[in-house]
């Protein structure tokens, strides 16, 4: 399994954008997506996903199991790609291809992503790190 940290910095400081992107980029590829947060950040995420990318429409759903990509408060049991924007949500138990964790430019929530960060190694999952600038 993979796991890619995508740490926010410069123009890229917004996590719902860098989502957005990842979600545009990853679809149709991966046939099951799943993305997860909290509920005000998912319909956030959900109102930018009917608009972005624009002249694209990305099949999507808050707490549907059937949609190919999937808003979810919890992590599913699987998917093939699972994008994480809860810095303190627990670490999934499921099976997933990749795993994508958006690192926000807030110092508090950095610390909870590097214990994140050390918890996905001693899992044995290779992991990566992104500076989005």
Do not use: C
């Not at 199991?65 to 809860?86: G, Y």
């Amino acid at each position: 399994m993979q796991v890619d940290f995508y740490e926010l910095s410069g123009r890229f400081s917004d996590p719902l954008f860098v989502a957005t992107v990842l979600v545009g980029r990853a679809w149709p590829k991966s046939e099951t997506i799943a993305v997860v947060g909290d509920r005000a950040v998912l319909e956030q995420l959900d109102e930018r996903l009917w608009q972005e990318p624009e002249g694209r429409f990305l099949p999507h759903g808050i707490g549907s199991e059937h949609a190919p990509i999937r808003l979810l408060e919890d992590a599913p049991d699987q998917a093939e790609i699972l994008i994480n924007l809860d810095p303190s949500a627990p670490l999934p138990g499921g099976r997933f291809r990749r795993i994508l964790e958006i690192v926000p430019p807030d110092e508090t929530l950095k610390e909870k992503l590097r214990e994140r960060w050390k918890a996905w190694r001693a899992r044995g999952a290779e992991v990566k790190h992104h500076v989005l600038k």
